[in-house]
């Protein structure tokens, strides 16, 4: 079972000219006051899930990204950058950072900036929302301040990644960052299996879960110096290899108890 | 002269609960509506600047680092880390992150981790404030993207920066990010003058401008991939040597023309 009797998706939609989030009921999404980690009350409004687009499902205040967390990715990202898998392979779970300017929602397009190089990679992972500040908090109570899952796409342009001293265009170039298509609530992480398709191909799968350092892991140890809020999100890395994407693909990730956060991939006029 | 005659003062405090913007009017904050990159109408409330609390003068949605840029601190940074110049002198204005998580406003605590090591250390830097989005612009166009200034100390624990694979404490801790006191408007980057200050000594001083990537080239740069908007913010870098800071100590970061950023130093429970 991916979810309990709990479970809950929500989206973030524009209604009235501003973003707005709403819980999925069906075929409809009703529309809330606030965020769905605070109170939540429904304003009577209304949407029909088909047919209305999908924003990113959350704006992090800060963005956070594990980088290398499952084995299968230390080997072949290693190998592919040509270094040592022991110079890929965390000791410790040290967070990273991603850009909010970076992202984009389900269907929206991953625009290949003009002059960007051919190795461009997707890679699939599972993207964590906090929905209780979390200062300090041990392993046990970590789940406790996590809201919900989503899945990221954290787009990856090797040239760039491999030559500039930071990531700023090689994960952080408008659009590198599709997130979503909703958040769901109340999911047993083992159960969990993450998919990634190029253009309808199966192209890798893992147990999401299997990683170096999971989810609890990395909170308890980011909170020893690091508040976390509502709405800051973590992506958790992806496994095995990262395809390589270009302009007319269509690129898929599905996590089994989320959903599929699906994007076309474009290049830049 | 620092600033023509169209300068003008904005802080962020706390009304009735919320954050809000105000700008100053002499001895008072006249609190505005919205941000006041947007239309600014007052909203008719004033607060006495003296004995007001300052927040952090903006929260930026993306927090942007140039990192080294500047030829004197490019040689004390490689010669601390025991690395060569070449490694350390940027070859392109490529940009990093910080985290929103981190900031603090003006005279409030840089708190150090208990298990933190010695060795850390203030630097005084320009932080550029975006009020127009911009997105592939000319290095001629660049600064009209421009809001105006503030000052950030980008506290830095140099044991964690040199043996951690990314910046999430050395540079990110809770607290490491004290920004303010204030935005000024209409400055001449070519009048400021940085000056540090520990415990009313002043320990470094340079030519704000003097930079190895100015102001209008990073901006044109990162714009030919990303899209700054309104709020956002890129701290420039320091220069010379980052003086060490320790409990008990007050730091001050002046900037001629803009105001003093100062923050007491202590450590935590």
Same mark, same amino acid.
């Given at each position: 079972?991916?979810?309990?009797?709990?479970?809950?998706?929500?989206?973030?939609?524009?209604?009235?000219?501003?973003?707005?989030?709403?819980?999925?009921?069906?075929?409809?999404?009703?529309?809330?006051?606030?965020?769905?980690?605070?109170?939540?009350?429904?304003?009577?409004?209304?949407?029909?899930?088909?047919?209305?687009?999908?924003?990113?499902?959350?704006?992090?205040?800060?963005?956070?990204?594990?980088?290398?967390?499952?084995?299968?990715?230390?080997?072949?990202?290693?190998?592919?950058?040509?270094?040592?898998?022991?110079?890929?392979?965390?000791?410790?779970?040290?967070?990273?950072?991603?850009?909010?300017?970076?992202?984009?929602?389900?269907?929206?397009?991953?625009?290949?900036?003009?002059?960007?190089?051919?190795?461009?990679?997707?890679?699939?992972?599972?993207?964590?929302?906090?929905?209780?500040?979390?200062?300090?908090?041990?392993?046990?109570?970590? !789940? @406790?301040?996590?809201?919900?899952? /989503?899945?990221?796409?954290?787009?990856?342009?090797?040239?760039? #990644? %491999? *030559?500039?001293?930071?990531?700023?265009?090689?994960?952080?170039?408008?659009?590198?960052?599709?997130?979503?298509?909703?958040?769901?609530?109340? !999911? @047993?992480?083992?159960?969990?299996? /993450?998919?990634?398709?190029?253009?309808?191909?199966?192209?890798? #799968? %893992? *147990?999401?879960?299997?990683?170096?350092?999971?989810?609890?892991?990395?909170?308890?140890?980011?909170?020893?110096?690091?508040?976390?809020?509502?709405? @800051?999100?973590?992506?958790?890395? /992806?496994?095995?290899?990262?395809?390589?994407?270009?302009?007319?693909?269509?690129?898929?990730?599905?996590?089994?108890?989320?959903?599929?956060?699906?994007?076309?991939?474009?290049?830049?006029?």
């Amino acid at each position: 079972m991916a979810s309990d009797d709990n479970s809950s998706r929500w989206v973030r939609v524009e209604h009235d000219g501003k973003p707005c989030f709403g819980r999925v009921e069906g075929d409809r999404i009703a529309l809330i006051e606030g965020a769905p980690w605070e109170d939540g009350t429904a304003t009577g409004a209304s949407l029909p899930l088909e047919g209305t687009q999908l924003l990113a499902p959350v704006v992090p205040p800060t963005f956070y990204a594990c980088g290398i967390n499952y084995a299968g990715h230390a080997r072949t990202a290693s190998a592919e950058f040509g270094k040592t898998l022991e110079s890929f392979w965390p000791k410790a779970p040290e967070v990273g950072y991603r850009a909010q300017s970076a992202i984009i929602g389900h269907a929206q397009p991953i625009v290949l900036p003009a002059d960007a190089p051919p190795n461009v990679q997707a890679e699939g992972e599972l993207a964590v929302v906090i929905g209780k500040r979390a200062s300090r908090v041990s392993e046990a109570e970590a !789940l @406790d301040h996590v809201f919900g899952y /989503t899945i990221c796409n954290d787009v990856s342009q090797r040239e760039w #990644q %491999f *030559a500039d001293r930071t990531f700023w265009r090689a994960k952080n170039a408008d659009t590198f960052k599709p997130m979503g298509p909703w958040m769901v609530t109340g !999911l @047993d992480l083992d159960s969990l299996v /993450t998919r990634v398709f190029v253009n309808d191909e199966q192209v890798e #799968q %893992f *147990a999401t879960n299997n990683m170096l350092f999971g989810v609890a892991r990395y909170i308890a140890t980011m909170t020893q110096y690091i508040t976390l809020v509502p709405g @800051d999100v973590i992506i958790m890395g /992806t496994d095995g290899h990262a395809p390589r994407i270009q302009p007319g693909d269509q690129i898929a990730i599905e996590i089994e108890g989320i959903g599929t956060l699906s994007n076309p991939v474009v290049r830049a006029a």
